[in-house]
C-alpha cells in the first residue's frame, strides 16, 4: 500500500467543531488530492494540492502538504452535519494519472 | 453526478453473467473501473485512454473490460464469486498526462448470491 494506514478511521463531533484528518504517504510524491464520499455516492474531489503550495484553502477547507514528513491533512472549519462523509486522501505513483486511495476517514458531524 | 451516468445501478447475482455500463459526458479522455469493497478505499481495476487500456490490475480474468468509444466504458462479468460483491465505480478525467482530477459515477452495487 502507499499509505501509512491500513483500517478506516472513524471521527464523531458536533456541528460547529472544527475538524483535522491526516494522512501519512511512503512513496515520494508531489500532488495529493483530497476526496469526499458521502453515502451511497461516488467519491468527489474537494482539493488538490501539490508540494509547491504547501497549504491551500478552499472556503472551510485547508489541506497541507508536507513532502519531508510524506503526510498531507484537510482541516475542516465550523463543521455542518451535511460535511458527514468519508474522507479519502490520494496520490498517483504510476505516472498515468491513477489514483491510489488512502483507508479513509469516516466522519460524522451530529447537528 | 449526471454527467457520468453507469447502469444498472444495483445487481443481484448468482453465478451469472453480467454486463456494467458507463457513459461520461464530460469529453475526456481516460475512463477508469474502480472496485469498492465494505469499508474499503476504491481500487483501480482498469484504466483506457483514448480507448487503449494502458493500466491493468490485478483483477480476476472473469472480469472483462471494454471501450467501444472514448465515451463509453463496460465491464462484463462472468461466474461472479461472492468476493466480487462490491461497488463498482466508473470514473473519467481529461487524460493521464499530469495528475489531475478524477471524476466518480454513482456506481453499480454488486450483490453476489
Known amino acids: 500500500s502507499q499509505w501509512g494506514e491500513e483500517n478506516l478511521q472513524a471521527l464523531s463531533i458536533q456541528e460547529g467543531e472544527d475538524v483535522t484528518m491526516n494522512c501519512s504517504y511512503k512513496?515520494?510524491?508531489?500532488?495529493v488530492q483530497w476526496y469526499r464520499q458521502k453515502s451511497g455516492k461516488g467519491p468527489a474531489q474537494l482539493i488538490l494540492?501539490?508540494?509547491?503550495?504547501r497549504e491551500k484553502r478552499s472556503g472551510r477547507l485547508r489541506a497541507t502538504l508536507d513532502t519531508s514528513s510524506q503526510s498531507s491533512s484537510l482541516s475542516i472549519t465550523g463543521t455542518l452535519a451535511t460535511d458527514t462523509a468519508v474522507y479519502f486522501c490520494?496520490?498517483?505513483?504510476?505516472?498515468?494519472?491513477?489514483?491510489?486511495f488512502g483507508s479513509g476517514t469516516k466522519l460524522t458531524v451530529e447537528p | 453526478n449526471t454527467k457520468i451516468t453507469q447502469s444498472p445501478r444495483y445487481l443481484i447475482l448468482g453465478r451469472a453473467n453480467k454486463s456494467l455500463e458507463c457513459e461520461q459526458h464530460?469529453?475526456?479522455?481516460?475512463m477508469y473501473w474502480y472496485k469498492q469493497s465494505a469499508e474499503k478505499p476504491p481500487e483501480l481495476m482498469f484504466l483506457?485512454?483514448?480507448?487503449?487500456?494502458?493500466r491493468n490490475e490485478t483483477v480476476p480474468s472473469r472480469f472483462i473490460p471494454e471501450c467501444p468509444d472514448s465515451s463509453k466504458l463496460l465491464l462484463h462479468i462472468s461466474a461472479v464469486d461472492p468476493e466480487d460483491s462490491a461497488v463498482y465505480f466508473c470514473?473519467?478525467?481529461?487524460?493521464?498526462?499530469?495528475?489531475?482530477?478524477?471524476?466518480f459515477g454513482e456506481g453499480s452495487k454488486l450483490t453476489v448470491l
Open positions: 490520494a496520490t498517483d505513483v504510476s505516472n498515468y494519472n491513477v489514483l491510489y
Open positions: 494540492i501539490r508540494s509547491n503550495e
Open positions: 512513496t515520494y510524491t508531489t500532488v
Open positions: 464530460l469529453g475526456h479522455n481516460a
Open positions: 483506457y485512454n483514448l480507448k487503449q487500456l494502458i
Open positions: 470514473a473519467s478525467s481529461h487524460g493521464t498526462v499530469n495528475t489531475g482530477q478524477l471524476y
